[in-house]
């Protein structure tokens, strides 16, 4: 996987979550 790739997933998870990882401690 490239960076654009990964920069994309993060930007997912991130909306999907609410905050990510750091935020709910969740993975969707």
């Given at each position: 996987?490239?960076i ?16 990510g990882f ?7």
């Amino acid at each position: 996987m490239d960076i654009t790739t990964i920069l994309v997933i993060v930007l997912i998870v991130l909306l999907l979550g609410g905050g990510g990882f750091y935020g709910r401690g969740r993975w969707y």
